[in-house]
């Protein structure tokens, strides 16, 4: 076995360790892979390594940062897993107001560094996904109206390619890589090794916003949506929302508000005016630091899970026939379930100022993302829930455009053209380029041509 490893450098994991069953599990429990080898690499020679040692050794790699992808692309079986989450340095230049961070680097490591320069972040809600793969895919978060999504703040990437080379990419060096690598770079190109961030203004503090509605019926969770979706229209961009019609096990049919205003709570409460309106509206507010914002936000996610999701892009108002639809939805859990919900993650305001082209990610113009999701807790009911996704998944997709690549669904018919739009036959292209012999491949990857 160790002339089998020769060539292999950093913390290498095996079947026959004491730790590999923990060590080959992702956030999303009820996906289950069995990888050959997981590498945990500390430098880039280890990455280079990694492979280098694939390819002689003809094995298939998977690369994990956080371990957050939803359907477990991060992982497979019988493949290498190239592991980056121990490199995570990270240091701010000030005179060029830029943040330069190794791939390994979660949300939560990023907030609490920059919060203690007095900067917030463009990052993600949950503080153990990993900022490489959230920031690849495009990065919404809590802050994307006021300031983009994540890869809108990226400036350059260092990665490592097929063949083991460490090559930059910028506006100015391999920008059809970077072009790409910004909305579909998360496992198509290369190991990301590190990457550059423009750094927003400081600030002192934001406005964290909760409100609450337990125990109503389907009816009031479309007048919500339709509030929503209305809402959303005019709203100040320094705000960012999620909103979610649910049913679960403790609270029945229920709903909630959530996000980050980056201003005072007096104008919060104004702006959100529409939504404490609706019955049983019940708010919390708090004037924090950016740091104390992200963390509350956070605090919500399980250490892990067992769900299956999906996720589409909404372009146009939808009707109150179709949001009545909606709501209907998650009125009965499937068995074993203790949580179906709707989420609605807003979109526009930074975001939808930049063109269209500006970057691989594509869906510029969505309104906002809507993510349906089952939550089970014992494994024997891990089919008929994800049954469940599957019959469920049609109503939603005639209403709405596309995929969200961060929000993976593996059922989808042309996944390609869901999640990168008029974008795929360039990004195809590219790959051929920088990746021609399909080295980083996986389930639901660009590809070569002819494959």
């Not at 669904?409 to 036959?425: P, S």
């Not at 195809?428 to 494959?451: A, E, M, R, T």
């Amino acid at each position: 076995m160790n002339e089998f490893l020769c060539g292999l450098t950093g913390d290498i994991v095996t079947p026959f360790n004491q730790l590999y069953n923990e060590e080959r599990q992702g956030y999303n429990r009820a996906v289950q892979k069995f990888p050959l080898i997981i590498v945990y690499c500390y430098s880039r020679q280890d990455v280079s390594n990694a492979v280098i040692w694939a390819r002689k050794n003809c094995v298939q790699i998977r690369i994990r940062s956080g371990g957050h992808n939803y359907e477990g692309y991060s992982n497979g079986n019988f493949t290498l897993v190239i592991d980056v989450s121990r490199m995570n340095s990270m240091y701010i230049d000030e005179f060029s107001n830029c943040l330069h961070v190794e791939s390994g680097v979660t949300n939560g490591q990023v907030y609490n560094f920059v919060s203690s320069k007095g900067y917030p972040f463009p990052g993600g809600t949950c503080p153990t996904v990993g900022v490489s793969g959230y920031a690849l895919g495009g990065g919404w978060g809590l802050s994307c109206r006021n300031f983009g999504l994540g890869c809108d703040s990226l400036k350059e990437i260092e990665l490592v390619n097929y063949e083991g080379k460490i090559i930059t990419a910028n506006c100015e060096i391999n920008q059809d890589l970077f072009w790409a690598c910004r909305g579909a770079g998360g496992g198509n190109f290369g190991v990301i090794l590190s990457m550059i961030f423009e750094l927003p203004p400081k600030i002192d503090k934001v406005t964290v916003i909760n409100i609450e509605y337990l125990n109503v019926d389907s009816e009031e969770q479309a007048k919500f949506m339709y509030t929503w979706q209305r809402w959303l229209k005019t709203a100040d961009k320094r705000i960012t929302l999620i909103s979610r019609v649910y049913n679960s096990a403790g609270d029945n049919l229920s709903m909630l508000v959530r996000g980050i205003y980056y201003g005072i709570p007096e104008e919060a409460l104004e702006i959100v005016d529409d939504f404490l309106r609706l019955n049983g509206a019940k708010c919390d507010m708090e004037y924090v630091t950016f740091l104390e914002a992200v963390t509350i936000i956070g605090s919500s996610y399980p250490q892990y899970e067992k769900f299956q999701s999906a996720s589409r892009f909404v372009l146009r108002d939808l009707t109150w026939d179709s949001l009545t639809k909606l709501a209907g939805l998650i009125v009965k859990r499937p068995p074993g379930s203790v949580f179906t919900g709707i989420s609605m993650y807003a979109m526009g305001g930074r975001v939808s100022e930049f063109e269209t082209d500006a970057a691989a990610f594509f869906y510029r113009d969505a309104q906002y993302i809507i993510w349906l999701e089952t939550t089970w807790e014992e494994q024997q009911y891990a089919e008929v829930n994800r049954d469940w996704i599957k019959n469920q998944f049609p109503h939603i997709e005639c209403m709405t455009d596309g995929s969200y690549v961060n929000f993976p669904y593996k059922c989808l018919d042309c996944y390609k053209e869901e999640y990168y739009g008029k974008h795929t036959d360039i990004l195809k292209k590219i790959k051929d380029k920088y990746d021609p012999l399909d080295v980083f491949s996986f389930p639901q990857g660009i590809g070569i041509s002819g494959i």
